[in-house]
Structures are given as C-alpha cells and as structure tokens.
C-alpha cells in the first residue's frame, strides 16, 4: 500500500507549516504532494480526484479540517480516503472528536519524519487489514 | 552561532509568515477593543496564535510555544464566552503579542527566545483563571510576588510537558485503544492522558501596571528593527548598500514569475526572428517585404521588453498594507500613552509597491504618525472645547497616482500655525530675521524638516526630542520622493509623501555645460528658469535670485565641478532639497530621461551617484548633487560679476 507514487494533499493555512509536511514527507520517500490552504479549497481539488491520502491540520479558516474530513466521510468517492489530522493539541476531547468524525490517524505538531511514517504505518497497516 | 543550523530556510519563512500573521493579529486586538464581543475577531486571534504555536514547535522554540499556548488559551474562553475581556486582559495579552515579537527578534538573530517574562506569564495564567481584576485581587493576596509565582510554576508543570514538548512526537496516545473506545465497546484505556490543559493554577498576585513602557520601547517592540536613523543624504543610489545588508528574500506570487517567464520566452522567439532577418539582410536582400518585417519584428521586441521591464518591477513589488499593519497598534499604544483617544484608519492597503522602499518608509511613516497622535491631535480637554469629539482620527492611505504612489498622514488635529513656527525657528537660530519676514505659510510649514527643530514646547518622550522630521524628509528624498505638508488651523495637518514607482528606473533631468551632458534627479528639480541679469542680485558677494520672493543663491555646475566657466550660463535649475533651494546654474539643458542606474562599485568620483546610458548610447554621470554642494558650498557660489561676465553691458 505504501507507493512511492502516492498522491498526498497537506491541507494548512500556514504555508510554512505545509512546506514542514511537504519535507517529511520527501524524507519518507513520497514527493507527489500536492497543497491546498484550506478545507475548502482541499475539498474540492479532493472532487478532482486522483489523491491516495490526506494530511490536514485542524484549525483553518473557512473549512476546518474536522469539517474536511466529515465532507470526506461522506462522499462516496473520497469516503474510504485516508486522513491524517495534524493538530497542536493532545486533548482528549479533540482526539475523540477526531475519531467520531473518522479520522484515520491523529498526530500532534511537532513531529518528526520517524513519527510520521510510524503514524502512516499504522494507517497503511490497518487499511490492508481491511481491504 | 545559530541555534537553527539546517534550518535556516525553514526559519525564514516562518519569522516572513508568522511576522505577518503577528501584524495581522495586532491589528485585530486595536479592533477588538472597540468591539470587544465579536466572536470572528476572537476566532481569528484565536488561530494566529495557535498557527504560530504549531510552527514555533517545529523549530524547538519551546519558550514561544508556551506563551502562545497561553495566550491561546485565554483566547479559547474568550471567544467560548467563559471569560469577558477586561482592560487588565487586553493590556496582558498585548504584552503577550509584544513578547512574542521580542523572541521572533531572537529568532531572526539566530538564537532560541529566552522565557518570556515571568511576571507576563503569572498575569496570563490570572486571566485565563479569571483572577485578573485590578483592584480585588490585591487584598487577597497577602503572600509576595516571589513565593506566589513559583508555585503557580510547578502546578503547570504537569500540563505543559504533555502539550509541549514532543520533540521526538511520542505524543504517549494509544490511538488506536482511542479509537476503538470511541466507536466500540471498551472503555477508554489508561493509555489516554487526562489532559485537561485549561486547568491552570492561578497564583494571586496583585496586578502591575503594563503600560510603564516608555514610547520608544512601544515602536522598538512593535518594529524589531534598526532603533535609530542618522540623518545624511547618501544619493540617489545610496538603498543598494542598505539593501545588501538585509533580509534579501522575497515572497513571489507564482503567476508572476510566469509573466515573467513566458515574456522573456516569446522574447527569445522574436530574437531568433531577428537573426533570421539579419542573414537575410547581410546576404543582400533588402526588399520592403525583408525591411517591413524588420520593422515589425524590432517594435515587437519594444514592446516585449517594456512588458518584461513591467513584470520584473512586479515581481518586487508588494501591498503596502504589510507595512501599514504594523501602525494600528504603534498609534494605540501612542495614543494611550499620551491619555488620548485616536484611531488610525487605513486605506489602500492593496496598493503595491517596490519591496525596497517598504522596509525604508517603515520609520518614516511612524515619525509621521507619533508626530501627529503627539502634536497633531489636541489633548482631549482642548478636543471638547473645539466643539470636536473627544475620539481624534489619524488617517493612513496609499494610491498610485500615474506613475508615482501617493501616502497620506492626515489628522484632524489643531493644525500648524505658521507665525508660530517661524518664531520657534528664528528663535533656536536656523532662519534670519530676513527670511522669517519673506516666508509664505507652506515654507513656513517645511521649517519643521530642518534638523534641530522641535516644535512641542514640552518635550515628551514620545516625539519632540527635535530628531524625527529632519530624518523624515531625507529618508523620504533617498527614495527619490517629496513630502509636502497641508495645514488648516484646527482642522488638521496632512503629510503627503510621494514616492516614484520604482526604484530602478530614476527619472532624471540631462543638462549640459558645454557639450558635456549631466543628469540630475528629477525629484530635486522644481522649474527651470532663464537666467536673466536684471534678476540677479549680489547678496553678501554671492550671486542670487529672486524666484516670486524667495532669493535663492544660484550656484553654476561648472563651479561645482571645478571646471573653468567658459559659456555664460543661460538657464537656472530650480533644486530643491531638504535643507536648502537654490539655482543650479547650467549652459543648457537636454529633456527628461528615464534613467537605469548602474552604480559605480569600485570607483566613485566625488559627487557623482552613477552612471547611465541615454537613449542615443551616450554615457551620462549622474550627479548626487548634496555630495556636490557639501564638498564646495563655498566657492560653488559665484558673484554677481563672474556669473554674467559678458551680459555686464547689458544689465548695466
């Protein structure tokens, strides 16, 4: 599952925060990224289709990333996406948000290239269990 | 050495991006203290400091990740409605937003920020618990300041480590036990930390004034930069030395670029286009069909290049309204200071202009701005007896008119009073009893750009120190620009700064002595005149003129240069310049020429800025006329006599 070739979406206001994503995630290996500033503007090059997974931040004007991911949720084409939510905040109550909402995986900033690739581990792990 | 060593370019785009976003935060605060339950504002203040946390992080900038997470905190109730902002908060949490400025400081030195004062922390944290209230804490506090704030430490210390510090990223959450206690069956697992970080000890303390700063302390904090400009004229040419020394990135809109790049690739296309013709030509084919595509070819380039020339200047060019950001909160804080109530408004912040001269119009506009919250605006006492409302409105705009960007700092102050002005500046000895007589009210007026003129009888620490105007004006000139004031007693005073597109391109005046062209900038130059012997007078055996009742002294460029006078001269440059006008005195004069600077790096004639080619091929100097005149003031004025040595028959 995990392809070198993947297509990846950062989804995040702060162009420098997606430029620390974009670079992990060269760490990793994967170098097809596309970016997108908000929910919105994620959701619909989303519609585009042609994206293998989403890392998206929380808190974004327009479109916050919980709202990113219940759109992606319900959307027949992107429901089975994988998401990935970046947030600052190890709170319980937005973890829980983010797994009601059926975020495939939860990391906190910051983070390293080893994190990441743990937590896409993970994702990837468990999507080949179910598929 | 820098603490950031790999993460240079990272950090850099965060202090651009942050730095921006602080501005952006600023301005909000100045806005939500005149509406203080707008829950969008407080939502938008909110994010900024919760994105510049997220980025701090990944730079290991521990310190700024915790006062942003307090103030985020503060932010989180109030826009939740569990806290109302109080005066005391909103004084804390701009300290807080000056503090976070100071450590983006450190960072653009290089360093990690220092922990941020404890004092601003330990008021944070009483916000956030709602203990922040002036007066009712005091009494409640009988334990002293050093034993209440180590205690409020150690009850965080629990809290903050879980939120922040995960340099590795173990953030110690079993997800997937979360996940499936979320949407299954089990209950939650111990794995999950009870992190409650809103539940911050609160230390009382009684509360301290935060306003004790002094104004140079307020501007210094807000700009971050260069605490001083020493006043000296350094030519027209003198940004590429400042330029050098600074940051020298710039953020680009992609489309742009593009621009850019499909011109010069249709420019390439035109050019093979040429060399083809060219065969054709020195093979012998000079038929109309060859020469008319010659023609069309050559004014496809003109016009090619000039759109080239067009979408490279735009690629330097930014809105201003990154600069105008930062005033909001500098002329609150002026404003406060000083107990008066001023709101700067802004407009045309859209308005775009060379990256170069943003940096250099950033302490110009603040002296103009805290010279018109200090000595513009009326105390509020003065206001009321006016019959004025008690709130004064400094305004703020940008425009492009043609091809110049017009800036206006208007208040609707008391105005300028020019008896007054002439008196102050004959009485500290910059004018003669002579020229205080003859001066009409806008000359009057620009008496405040002399250096060591100060105008505010009581010198406050805020402007007055007669160190401001003076650096204003050459600031403004070095930028090749002018600034003019407008006055009406107690309406109010407006500063307008006009500043060419570019600095690039130099519009310049060619004169000639002889057959020798020179060119001088044109924002210097006010008129040409002829000059003509019954105008001349002898004043203290110097040449003068009287130009509609301001006797100017006329120096001739030959003088000047120390060249022998072989021509009379027959017309006289009107120049114009901070510290003095004066006719230069020149054979001839050729037109106005858009002129391409080219700086002369390793030989630098006294007196000359640079150099450029005019349209014909010829090379021109081009002369930094205030290095010219300083090096030969004295015998660049010329008497009477010699300046009209063969019209002496004529005059007499």
């Given at each position: 599952m995990s392809d070198p070739k993947m297509k990846f979406l950062v989804v995040d206001d702060f162009s420098t925060m997606r430029r620390i994503v974009r670079n992990l995630l060269k760490e990793l290996g994967y170098t097809n990224v596309d970016e997108a500033e908000d929910g919105a503007v994620a959701l619909q090059k989303l519609q585009g289709g042609g994206f293998d997974f989403v890392v998206t931040d929380w808190n974004m004007p327009n479109m916050t990333g919980i709202e990113l991911l219940q759109a992606i949720r319900a959307s027949s084409a992107l429901k089975d996406l994988p998401v990935l939510m970046i947030t600052a905040e190890a709170k319980k109550e937005n973890i829980i948000m983010a797994a009601q909402a059926g975020a495939s995986g939860y990391i906190v900033k910051p983070f390293t290239a080893a994190t990441l690739s743990e937590k896409m581990g993970k994702i990837f792990e468990k999507m080949g269990k179910a598929g | 050495m820098s603490d950031f060593a790999g993460m240079e370019d990272l950090l850099q785009d965060f202090l651009i991006e942050a730095g921006d976003l602080l501005s952006g935060v600023d301005n909000k605060l100045v806005d939500l203290e005149r509406t203080p339950n707008d829950t969008g504002l407080l939502n938008e203040i909110f994010r900024g400091f919760h994105t510049i946390k997220g980025g701090a992080g990944f730079l290991n900038a521990t310190e700024l990740v915790t006062l942003c997470h307090l103030t985020e905190n503060l932010f989180d109730k109030l826009r939740n409605a569990e806290l109302a902002i109080t005066p005391d908060a909103m004084d804390v949490i701009l300290a807080a937003t000056g503090a976070v400025r100071d450590m983006f400081n450190e960072l653009e030195r290089g360093q990690q920020p220092s922990a941020a004062d404890p004092h601003l922390i330990s008021q944070l944290k009483l916000a956030i618990a709602g203990n922040l209230v002036g007066g009712a804490s005091k009494p409640a506090a009988p334990a002293p300041v050093p034993a209440a704030a180590p205690k409020a430490e150690t009850a965080l210390v629990p809290v903050a480590p879980v939120v922040v510090h995960h340099p590795v990223g173990d953030d110690g959450i079993d997800w997937y036990a979360l996940y499936e206690a979320v949407t299954g069956v089990s209950p939650a697992s111990a794995g999950v930390p009870a992190a409650a970080p809103a539940a911050v000890v609160a230390a009382v303390e009684p509360s301290h004034d935060l306003d004790g700063k002094s104004a140079d302390d307020i501007i210094k904090a807000a700009i971050g930069r260069r605490a001083s400009d020493k006043p000296g004229y350094s030519g027209p040419t003198g940004r590429r030395e400042v330029e050098r020394t600074r940051d020298n990135s710039i953020r680009v809109d992609t489309s742009r670029l593009d621009q850019v790049l499909n011109l010069s690739g249709e420019i390439g296309l035109t050019k093979n286009r040429l060399n083809a013709l060219r065969s054709d030509i020195l093979n012998g084919r000079s038929d109309s069909e060859t020469l008319h595509a010659l023609d069309v070819a050559v004014s496809q380039l003109d016009l090619l290049v000039s759109d080239l020339q067009n979408a490279v200047m735009k690629t330097r060019m930014q809105p201003i309204g990154r600069l105008f950001q930062k005033y909001p909160r500098i002329a609150r804080d002026l404003a406060r200071s000083l107990g008066k109530d001023v709101e700067l408004m802004l407009s045309g912040e859209e308005t775009e202009i060379d990256k170069t001269m943003i940096e250099d119009l950033s302490d110009p506009i603040i002296h103009l701005i805290r010279n018109a919250v200090d000595h513009g605006v009326e105390p509020t006492h003065e206001r009321l007896a006016a019959g004025k409302s008690d709130k004064s409105v400094v305004r703020l705009e940008a425009r492009q008119e043609g091809d110049h960007i017009v800036i206006i700092v208007a208040d609707d102050g008391r105005g300028m009073n020019a008896e007054r002005l002439r008196a102050k500046a004959l009485e500290k000895g910059l004018i003669t009893d002579e020229e205080a007589n003859t001066m009409d009210e806008r000359q009057s007026y620009n008496l405040?750009?002399?250096?060591?003129?100060?105008?505010?009888?009581a010198v406050s620490d805020v402007s007055g120190r007669g160190v401001g105007m003076d650096v204003v004006k050459t600031n403004i000139q070095k930028l090749n620009g002018t600034i003019d004031i407008r006055s009406t007693q107690g309406k109010g005073t407006t500063f307008i700064i006009s500043l060419p597109l570019t600095l690039a391109i130099l519009p310049v005046l060619v004169v000639r002595l002889a057959e020798q062209p020179f060119a001088v900038p044109l924002s210097m130059v006010r008129e040409i005149l002829p000059i003509e012997a019954q105008h001349v007078q002898e004043v203290g055996g110097r040449a003068t003129m009287v130009v509609r009742g301001e006797v100017l002294p006329i120096y001739t460029l030959s003088g000047l240069l120390g060249w022998p006078q072989e021509h009379v001269a027959e017309y006289g440059v009107l120049m114009q310049t901070a510290e003095r006008n004066y006719v230069l005195a020149i054979d001839s004069f050729a037109g106005r020429e858009d002129a391409v600077i080219k700086s002369l790096d390793a030989f630098r004639p006294k007196g000359v800025a640079g150099v450029t080619t005019l349209s014909n091929g010829q090379i021109v100097l081009i002369l930094d006329m205030k290095e010219l005149l300083g090096s030969s003031a004295d015998q660049g004025g010329t008497t009477r006599k010699a300046l009209l040595r063969d019209r002496m028959p004529v005059a007499a």
């Open positions: - | 405040i750009f002399l250096p060591g003129f100060s105008t505010a009888s």
